[in-house]
């Protein structure tokens, strides 16, 4: 015999006043029709539940709960759970949480309901997002485990969905210059969930915001809004468009020849409905508002190319910086002060006053990684550039540029005629 929930019964019961046969409404409920059939004769006897009638286990030590809560001044108990540990080891309660808890919701009355403001944020002030994973996708004749990227203004509703293969670091900066690109502008603020490539710790207002996050949110101008753990109505927005794009924008409803394909169906698709839906702000389509909330982005800048790790580090009198266990050198003119060493994807970047000053490959076999340019200028203020390469140093780095089958026959003999 199937357990029916209370809303189940009262659907019964609705479907039998409806005139509902007994093989329809356990079509309608995905149960047997003798479930059906053994529920209708129960309500139409009216029949009462005996567990209902028994008298809970946690009624016998009210005296206690009524001495419990008088000594924290309390007329409800606020932690359950603390006052189960406390019946169990001072009064020996035999029962389990679950059976206080039913007690103290029979007993005493609900606590009050919170209420939340509902806050409409005004344009470019905010945007939200959001990850949704797609699993199972076929994509260059193969499944592959997709990630979709949303993102969507808060006061225009306009969303950008960018799809990923993954989710590390350099995809998340990946994707949010994608967002933003098609977005046409950068809010104030992006309120963000949780993740381990935004938070490195702890969650909220109170997490710790990952240094490579907070130094692309500083580059491009935007406060990172982290929300609360464990409140996904702090954004709802994004959330919703989340769930509505699952069946709007369904991957599944066909093989992609490639990522760059599902993309550029996925932007049309995204034009469609910012056409056809409505913004509550407005009253106007989505695409009319976002017009409007156009004026309100910042421009969107040269954005940065995605990194995963970034440091800050002094340059040395020699005009190399430390990061990776590689040295890598910068223009002489910054020795004495402090640089920003970005890892990209395939290069090194350092930058001072927010430009990008050196460009290194990353991950290289040497680790002494030099450019000569940028021991070469004039002095500064404050800096004496360093002493030119003398004959000697400058004939060796002609030779080594040459071609070995281009190279003197007597390279002892060159270099002799240079020091002479």
């Known amino acids: 015999m199937a357990k029916l929930s209370r809303e189940a019964r009262m659907s019964i019961k609705v479907l039998t006043d409806k005139g509902v046969s007994n093989r329809e409404a356990a ?20 029949a009462v539940d005996r567990r209902s009638r028994q008298v809970r286990q946690a009624a016998a030590f009210q005296a206690a709960i009524d001495a419990w809560l008088a000594a924290r001044g309390e007329q409800a108990p606020d932690n359950v759970a603390e006052l189960h540990a406390w019946l169990v080891s001072e009064h020996g309660y035999p029962g389990s949480l679950r059976s206080l808890q039913r007690y103290v919701r029979e007993a005493f009355p609900p606590p009050p309901k919170r209420a939340r403001r509902r806050v409409e944020t005004p344009p470019g002030a905010q945007a939200q997002a959001d990850w949704a994973v797609f699993p199972g996708v076929w994509v260059g004749g193969r499944q592959e485990d997709l990630l979709a990227f949303e993102m969507q203004l808060s006061w225009s509703r306009y969303p950008a969905l960018v799809w990923s293969r993954r989710k590390h670091e350099l995809a998340w900066l990946s994707v949010h210059n ?39 949110a500083r580059m491009v101008r935007f406060h990172i809004d982290a929300c609360p753990p464990r409140a996904p109505q702090a954004k709802g927005k994004v959330e919703r468009r989340i769930r509505d794009h699952r069946s ?15 993309q550029a169906v996925t932007d049309d698709r995204i034009r469609q409905l910012a056409r056809r839906r409505r913004c509550p702000a407005t009253g106007t389509d989505v695409e009319a508002s976002w017009q409007r909330e156009l004026a309100y982005l910042a421009p969107v800048p040269v954005l940065p190319e995605p990194f995963d790790q970034v440091g800050e580090r002094r340059v040395g009198d020699d005009c190399l910086v430390s990061f990776e266990h590689r040295s890598y050198s910068v223009p002489f003119r910054y020795v004495g002060r402090r640089v920003e060493v970005r890892g990209c994807a395939e290069t090194i970047q350092i930058l001072a006053d927010g430009q990008v000053v050196a460009t290194h490959p990353r991950h290289t076999d040497a680790r002494l990684v030099l450019d000569p340019t940028h021991f070469e200028g004039p002095s500064t203020e404050t800096v004496i550039a360093p002493p030119p390469l003398g004959r000697m140093g400058a004939r060796l780095q002609q030779l080594a540029a040459l071609p070995p089958e281009q190279r003197p026959l007597d390279l002892y003999a060159a270099l002799a005629e240079v020091a002479r």
């Open 27 to 46: 079509r309608l409920l995905g149960v047997s029709e003798g479930c059906v059939r053994y529920h209708r004769r129960r309500q139409a006897a009216g």
């Open 178 to 216: 994608e967002a933003f690109r098609r977005l046409g502008g950068i809010p104030a603020s992006v309120r963000i969930d949780n993740e381990k490539t935004a938070v490195v710790h702890g969650a909220g207002a109170w997490g710790r915001i990952h240094p490579a996050y907070r130094a692309y």
């Open 248 to 262: 709007g924008l369904d991957p599944y409803r066909r093989h992609w020849n490639s990522l760059a394909e599902l």
